[in-house]
């Protein structure tokens, strides 16, 4: 681990000769990551091992793994340190950063996304409502460097295509000028993850409780509870019970199979407490749904480039979004025949134990359906659709064909799978 050693005196260096000027650090972090190139000296697993040998550790600057997992804090000085961090999972939420720094990728890729949001109305210090828009979004694999600015004129997400996947950051220690540290729930909403307040944490640990329990008047204490909460707790208490709704928890605390009715009553004493702004909530949790059912597909995928199509369809909006990111990835192919390709292998991969018919979540995808998929992508209208589905099929199967027709080009629209990748902005 000399390696980091080297590289964080360097840092200290060169940043010292500026006098320690914040505005600057990004630019000088991220000009050594590039000069080290770490990752073709030291694989991530040597990392790891290293770790496990050590009798005493450098300072770990997370000890919890709030944020990595692990973390692993590898060198430190007053004013910042360098941590690699591992991902097991997919994502990390958008976010801001109240520290400066850059990272470099490790092991693995990712999908890079930057977004703005244009605020609308502060509700408190923690909370804001506001737009949210996607500015870029970028492959980005072993060795690339960004840098990482604080505050909201960088707020980012990593989509981790690979498992694991490992990043270097060399950062700042929090700035409280940089403060809150927002986390962003499309399509509107800007929460202070970090925001702890004790009377509420520890009612929500009540429900928690009574939730696990099956008590049968948790409903009623959740209301209750809703009914005199402020906008950023009633924030909390929702998620935390549609984590339960979500794993099948909800519906055995309630003793009935009418789950979503009795999450969307709790929706109308938030409405009836908050008003126009509670408008956000259904709107946050749709994306979520949306987002959950595409991660499941793709928990039932092994196939990188499968796993890779998915993450497009999660991660990034707008279809030629995505067309460059398979080009980037597989300059040789056209964009167009991977998606029909990787569209085909999900509706044929078929999956057990759970109630959906494929992996795509589309029964008896064929190839009329891929037709109108591919026609779809390449702009044509209804009524395109419909002439070139008479050019190109045999007068004798043009009437149960064309009859069908509306029906499946519906339902491509409306499934979830196919939503971002029909947008066209």
């Known amino acids: 681990m ?23 650090f990004p630019a000088i972090a991220a000009e050594a990551l590039d000069a080290a190139n770490l990752p073709g000296k030291v694989s991530a697993w040597e990392v790891i091992e290293w770790t496990l040998r050590q009798t005493v550790l450098p300072e770990q600057r997370d000890i919890r793994g709030s944020f990595g997992d692990p973390p692993i804090t590898l060198y430190n000085s007053p004013r910042f340190h ?29 999908i890079h996304s930057h977004y703005e949001f244009e605020l609308r109305e502060r509700i408190n210090i923690f909370a804001e409502l506001g737009e ?17 600015a604080a505050g909201r004129q960088y707020i980012h997400g990593l989509f981790h295509l690979d498992q694991p996947s490992a990043t270097i950051v060399v950062r700042t220690f929090r700035s409280p000028m940089n403060l809150p540290q927002f986390s962003y729930y499309k399509p509107s909403l800007a929460i202070d993850p970090f925001f702890e307040e004790p009377n509420a944490t520890k009612k929500i640990q009540c429900l928690t409780a009574l939730i696990r329990a099956n008590h049968p008047d948790t409903d009623r204490h959740i209301g209750e509870l809703l009914a005199e909460s402020d906008f950023q707790t009633t924030f909390t208490i929702l998620s935390k019970v549609r984590g339960f709704l979500q794993a099948n928890q909800f519906e055995q605390m309630f003793n ?5 009715k009795r999450f969307d009553a709790l929706l109308e004493i938030v409405k009836k407490r908050h008003g126009a702004r509670a408008e956000v909530f259904p709107k946050v949790f749709e994306h979520q749904e949306k987002v959950g059912e595409i991660i499941k597909r793709r928990n039932f995928v092994k196939e990188p480039e499968h796993r890779f199509f998915l993450a497009l369809l999660m991660n990034v909006e ?27 292998d999900l509706a044929q991969t078929r999956v057990l134990g759970v109630n959906i018919p494929n992996a795509l979540g589309i029964a008896d995808f064929g190839n009329l359906d891929l037709f109108i998929l591919e026609n779809m992508l390449k702009n044509k209208s209804d009524e395109e659709i419909r002439a070139a ?27 979830i799978i196919f939503e971002s990748l029909l947008q066209t902005a």
Request: glycine share 6%; hydrophobic share 40%.
């Open 82 to 110: 360098i941590d690699v961090y591992f991902w097991l999972e997919g994502t990390t939420a958008i976010h801001q950063h109240a520290f400066c720094g850059a990272f470099q990728v490790m092991h693995g890729s990712s």
């Open 389 to 415: 589905l008479r050019a190109e099929y045999p007068a004798e199967n043009l009437e149960a064909l064309e009859q069908s027709l509306a029906e499946k080009t519906e339902r491509i629209r409306q499934s």
């Open 256 to 260: 009935t199979g009418a789950s979503e």
């Open 132 to 148: 949210m828009n996607l500015k870029t979004v970028e492959y980005l694999e072993v060795g690339k460097v960004r840098q990482i």
């Open 318 to 344: 707008g279809k030629e979004r995505i067309l460059s990111l398979i080009k980037e990835r597989f300059p040789e192919a056209d964009p167009i025949e991977k998606i029909l390709d990787w569209t085909l």
């Open 2 to 24: 000399e390696l980091f050693q080297t590289l964080g005196v360097q840092v200290e260096q060169t940043w010292r000769d500026v006098n320690y000027d914040e505005s600057v």
